[in-house]
């Protein structure tokens, strides 16, 4: 079995975004994208309801095939591109944002471990031209949110695959093009053996068993669902999910993820910054009692920012090097960043509501922080902080921490 990370790795190359079409910068494409998602950010947090006009934005912007190489049609962007949209994303609508944050870590998945199969290669080429949706399946039954643990089974029938998992969760699975799902290599195999999946929506069906009524990342719908999907073998791509874990699903997720956060976090603080403006003009310039939460704000999020930053770098640093990822100080760093982005973002956004004092408060007001703090609050618990911790114990015995400020 080839173990080695594809030759098209995710690289910063920009290509036109198609014929006729005006190249653009992909902020400025994002920019776009986010300004619809504005405004419609209230009523998918109010109706619980997929966010549809902001993805249909970025499909007209071309942003759903930002990872996909140019030699396939799509931009060949970076990482560091993602987590710039996946921010731009967060300060409008936290449900976009996490929708194409989770999209973009299947894209990459699938691009750095494609390894040359003509079907992998055929399902970028098609992400790319139709700007298809990917939904996310990698948590399941009495599993829960650990996804290096799999119940459901691939069943070989000749060339073709069948699959049954009981999935409970599936985000945004019904409003998707297509769907990565994690599973059991086969019915001997363990638990943790497991093989990453990919599927298009004429290869399965989604019967619902569990809604998605939370406090926040409404528009997400991560309902659950009972996955029955067929296929062909090279469906299931070559690599263990083992490898493709450590080297990309879960550095990426925690660079997107920890993006759209800032983006959440970035929002709230423009939001109590203007607040605090129009008090203190309000006023005759005396500034509002509770000013200094804006300022421990701002300054949170330029922590928060060169966190997601420090990350990235980390990341592209070692990215293209098939075992790059693989040392135990990059592994522990990218699986903190996760876990330092998600409660900082909760502490900026509840400092930028105390900025606001009652005007946060209120449901009812232009200054309202109520969807900016239910969202985040789903930063810590989405995979847990405590499982990762405690998944991190072993590392951090095994692992000295940094005797310089330069050390990687």
Known sequence: MNLAISTLPIRNRRASTGPGQEKRDFCARAEIAAAVAAQHAFDVDR???FPREAIDALREQRLLGLLIPVALGGEGASAADVVDVCHILGTACASSAMIFAMHQVKVACLVRHANGDAWQERVQRRIAAEQLLLASSTTE???GGNIRSSEAAVQSEGSRIRLERNASVISYGEYADGLVTTARRSDAAASSDQVLVAFLKQD????????????????TCSSGYMLRARGEAAQVLSEPYERIHSQTMAPTAHLFWSAAWSGVASGAVRCARSFVRKAARNSGGQMP???????????????????VQSGVRAFEAHADDP????????????????????????????????ACGLAGYRNDGEFAMGRYLRDILSAPIMINNDRILANAEAAVLMSDPPVRLSQP
């Open 204 to 219: 399965y069906t989604l019967e619902r068993t569990q809604g998605w009524d939370t406090l926040g990342m409404r528009g």
């Open 289 to 307: 009692p509770a000013a200094a939460h804006l300022t421990r704000a701002r300054v949170q999020l330029e922590t928060l920012r060169a966190a």
């Open 323 to 354: 075992d790059g990822l693989s040392p135990v100080n990059l592994q522990l760093s990218l699986n903190f960043l996760k876990v330092e982005a998600s409660e900082l973002a909760v502490t900026i956004v509840m400092s930028a509501m105390r």
């Open 47 to 49: 109706d619980g309801r």
């Open 141 to 143: 039954g009495n599993a």
